[in-house]
């Protein structure tokens, strides 16, 4: 048997690669270890080594053909997959800016109050530092205002407040609660918020939600550019395909060599060895392909065939190298 390994092959949208199998060793039996392995049976052992060698050079071409394609649809499936990231990232970013727009609008007078506070200070030229101060002191005592902020970024007019969804459910209504928060992908504990300073409340939440209309006019843009960067990759993808297939046929169309119009084969010495198919290229061979340094084996029955074994060093030709050539040209007569 040959013991074979096999290479999934790949889905891709212009087309599918096919799993390749190919041959890797042969056994005159199936051994124990190869028993859960891929293999392919032959009536004979002859039979199963021919098949090996002569696909061997077929079969490097075909994986080789078979990584350009996969290589190609791979390239395909990562544009289409960052396609998708770019769409569900620009999708969250408007979950996130609306959501974050109505916090703003259910916590107002937390946070009308909250920039009001750090506005006064900021007006009464206080130092940033002790404006931090004050207000962790005011979470230590447990203010409502200023527990809700988080931090202060007065370099860009900005604080950062913890808002969450107001209305707080019972503990009856917990397990309700927490499947609408899941669905909704939203967090129970409320998310941090920018907030501008120089901006009224209503403001601050318009900003939002204009914020998540610039992102849906891109995301729509995405799209578009998308579906034409996709159509062209696919384009692309189909050439590499088919050029790779196109040359994987070239490459197999083996060149035919000379001498194979004739009866031929190499000898055990590595001497080649040829004799006519008839009379006319019985005369071929010695007119034309019989060189100076060849040998000429001919056979003293009726229709043999005219036999050279040609011998381009010059050299002395081994016996059984001129055993096999005599063997041949016995065989092609009409004593065979």
Not at 72 to 81: G, R, W
Not at 88 to 106: G, H, M, T
Not at 234 to 250: C, D, F, G, Y
Request: include cysteine; proline fraction near 3%.
């Amino acid at each position: 048997p040959i013991v074979q390994n096999g290479d999934k092959g790949a889905e891709g949208g212009a087309r599918s690669i096919e799993d390749l199998v190919t041959n890797v060793e042969f056994h005159p039996m199936l051994f124990r270890q190869y028993q859960s392995s891929c293999y392919q049976e032959y009536e004979t052992f002859n039979k199963a080594v021919d098949e090996f060698f002569s696909s061997k050079t077929s079969q490097k071409q075909d994986v080789k053909t078979h990584q350009l394609q996969k290589a190609a649809v791979k390239k395909l499936d990562n544009i289409k997959q960052d396609h998708l990231k770019r769409l569900e990232a620009l999708k969250q970013s408007q979950d996130e800016d609306k959501y974050k727009a109505e916090l703003i609008e259910l916590n107002s007078d937390l946070v009308e109050k909250a920039c009001i506070v750090i506005r006064s200070a900021v007006a009464s030229a206080m130092d940033w530092g002790d404006i931090q101060l004050l207000v962790r002191d005011a979470q230590m005592r447990g203010d409502p205002v200023a527990s809700i902020i988080h931090s202060l970024k007065l370099h860009s007019n900005l604080i950062t407040l913890q808002l969450k969804e107001p209305y707080e459910s019972d503990n009856d209504d917990d397990e309700i609660e927490e499947k609408v928060q899941k669905k909704k992908k939203k967090p129970k504990k409320g998310i941090k918020v920018d907030v501008d300073l120089s901006l009224s409340v209503y403001a601050n939440a318009r900003r939002y939600y204009d914020q998540k209309k610039q992102a849906a006019r891109k995301e729509q843009k995405t799209i578009d550019a998308s579906e034409k960067a996709l159509k062209s990759a696919e384009k692309k993808t189909k050439q590499s395909l088919k050029q790779a297939a196109v040359v994987s046929r070239i490459q197999k169309a083996r060149k035919v060599h000379w001498f194979e119009k004739f009866y031929w084969f190499i000898s055990s010495e590595n001497y080649l060895v040829l004799g006519g198919r008839d009379q006319q290229q019985n005369e071929l061979v010695v007119k034309k392909y019989l060189n100076d340094t060849d040998i000429y084996v001919h056979a003293d029955l009726h229709g043999a065939t005219s036999v050279i074994v040609k011998n381009p060093t010059g050299g002395p030709i081994p016996p059984k190298t001129l055993n096999e050539a005599g063997i041949m040209a016995v065989c092609y007569s009409s004593a065979w």
